[in-house]
């Protein structure tokens, strides 16, 4: 899958492993998970790629994150996604737009 980050700090906690911006200051161990977790996106295809992964969760969200789509990092973080399809047979291309790495029970 092709990989956007719709938020500077998500860019830079996958590339640096931390952020400029203290709003968005995690441990290193979750920037660690974040990033292996962005990189399996990054290795699939396709969504369905990503069901062998029972660690990963996916699950389309509903209520109020309606649209959205998730995989999880760790049992507390999840990163949620947008997912679309573009091209043509052969040459079709997933882009997995990352939103937000959330807290899951907030």
Same mark, same amino acid.
């Given at each position: 899958m092709y990989?956007? *980050?719709?938020k500077d700090y998500l860019r830079e906690l996958y590339e640096d492993g931390k952020t400029r911006n203290k709003k968005y200051r995690f441990q290193p161990s979750v920037a660690k998970q974040f990033k292996n977790t962005i990189? #399996? @996106?990054r290795n699939a295809n396709k969504i369905e790629d990503l069901f062998p *992964? #029972? /660690? @990963? +969760?996916?699950? #389309?969200? /509903?209520?109020d994150k309606a649209g959205l789509e998730?995989?999880?990092v760790n049992?507390?973080?999840r990163v949620e996604f947008h997912s679309r399809i573009t091209g043509d047979e052969p040459d079709i291309i997933t882009i997995c737009s990352?939103?937000? @790495?959330? +807290?899951?029970?907030k």
């Open positions: 990989i956007e *980050f719709e990189d #399996k @996106l *992964f #029972k /660690s @990963l +969760n996916y699950e #389309k969200l /509903s209520g998730s995989v999880r049992q507390q973080y990352i939103v937000e @790495l959330s +807290n899951h029970y």
